[in-house]
């Protein structure tokens, strides 16, 4: 049945509520209505497609909120141009999404665009659903791969990007730690050095501790994230497979970053 069709029968057993679920009952309500009826019938009896598609409905949510916020992202500077879809189309294929999941994200992305809604609320609306703040933070790091996939980080995405924290509910120094690992300057200026960031990390702004801290505080925050980024632990909050490969590398910073504390206190 394919990803589309699966996430159809999922739908209609759950429907997400919010400005979340109205812009994923309108993109899939225009494409995939036999769909949705066959889903719904073979569903009968087995539970309900949400019990049995949890994970799905959170990769769903996921992927719905990250074009969506992208798509507003793309617009803070204006209108946006058959380039810059161009340029989503590019960048989600960058992410790793392929076929069905990266052709939902750009109708996703081109409905968000042209909404009375604002980045804002769809990032709340996604923290009232995502419960994970590695799942939040791991967005917003997205959300800062994308606005520089043209190669610049424009002031009014910088804007957004500082702003945004707050109703993603994560913490308010995480956008500093991002901008040096961007080469943004003080002054809010980009300094943009390759794709995947120039600055050298804090260890400490990345497992979100105080040098002040003893070393067995680190250590707890230090396994507790390092549980939270696991894959399976990932995947059950709606991280899709395609992604994973940008977890990992999420993974190999908070310990290295461990490493490096443990370094440097001998």
């Not at 909120?65 to 617009?75: I, Q, S």
Request: hydrophobic residues 40%; positive net charge; contains cysteine.
């Amino acid at each position: 049945m394919g990803w589309l069709g699966s996430i159809a029968g999922m739908y209609l057993g759950s429907h997400v509520g919010g400005i979340l679920g109205g812009i994923i009952g309108a993109v899939l309500g225009g494409k995939l209505e036999e769909k949705l009826k066959g889903a719904a019938a073979g569903s009968a009896g087995d539970g309900g497609p949400y019990s049995s598609r949890r994970g799905e409905n959170r990769e769903l949510v996921t992927l719905t909120a990250l074009a969506a916020m992208f798509a507003k992202m793309a617009k803070a500077d204006g209108l946006v141009s058959h380039d810059e879809i161009a340029a989503c189309e590019r960048a989600f294929a960058r992410l790793g999404l392929g076929g069905e999941k990266r052709d939902y994200c750009v109708r996703v992305f081109r409905r968000a665009k042209d909404d009375n809604h604002t980045i804002y609320e769809y990032a709340q609306d996604y923290a009232r659903c995502q419960r994970s703040i590695c799942l939040r933070e791991f967005v917003y790091d997205i959300l800062w791969e994308l606005a520089a996939s043209d190669g610049m980080l424009h002031q009014n995405e910088l804007a957004i990007l500082r702003q945004i924290v707050a109703p993603l509910r994560i913490r308010a120094t995480y956008y500093a730690f991002k901008a040096a690992e961007y080469g943004v300057g003080g002054s809010g200026s980009s300094r943009r050095q390759s794709a995947s960031g120039g600055g050298a990390a804090d260890p400490y702004e990345v497992l979100g501790v105080k040098r002040s801290d003893d070393l067995e505080t680190i250590r707890r925050v230090y396994r507790a994230k390092a549980k939270r980024f696991h894959p399976d632990t990932l995947r059950r909050n709606g991280l899709s497979e395609e992604m994973m490969g940008r977890a990992t590398e999420q993974m190999a910073k908070i310990n290295a970053a461990w490493d490096a504390i443990k370094r440097e206190r001998g």
